[in-house]
């Protein structure tokens, strides 16, 4: 695990709302909609587009949307992924934010973008603020829900920090492909 501050930065991509029951289903439908409709084509036509790291497969799917699904061994996360001319990180997002307490939350899957940009039809262009945030690589065979349980309530708080609830969003980043190593970033304060 690292800390480290991140500038401001931008997501878009196509999002679904779901619930823990619901989660593993909906956000498979998501992840295939993305794919085989050619969805990140869209998004890397995109005036602001930062590229993409690589291809996906289908069942990426980590974090809280996985459930448990399995990846396929993909490229290190050591390497923190490439970057393309203005130092932006390539490759896919799975963010995650909550709207009903910790009942329902929006998962999207998408490829950061300047701010300038006007999402295309039926996708969401979120921004990151500039924080502190606690980062964690897993390869991609490792489970999503034990990942995040560890990073959450282990790791974290063995750090000395504390997850900052109140910027409400969390992310996973594919630095190659939703089939291999992922990263987890989580903004976090210093322990009191």
Known sequence: MRITEREIFHICG??????AKQSEQD???LYNDFFENDRESVLRGL??????????????????????SSR????????RGSHDSHGSQKGYYGLLWYTEGHEKYFYLLGIEVSGEIKPPENAM??????TTYAVACYPGGKDGIEAWTEFFYTDIPNAG????EKLNFY?????????????????VLKSE
């Open 14 to 19: 196509y999002a679904v709302e779901t619930n």
């Open 27 to 29: 956000v498979s439908q």
């Open 47 to 68: 005036g602001g587009s930062r590229g993409l790291g690589g291809l996906g497969g289908l069942g990426g799917l980590g974090g809280l949307g996985g459930l448990g």
């Open 72 to 79: 396929g061994l993909g490229g290190s996360c050591g390497s």
């Open 125 to 130: 262009l979120k921004t990151a603020p500039k």
């Open 161 to 164: 920090y504390t997850v900052n």
């Open 171 to 187: 992310f996973e980043y594919y630095p190659k492909s939703v089939d291999g190593d992922y990263e987890l970033w989580v903004p």
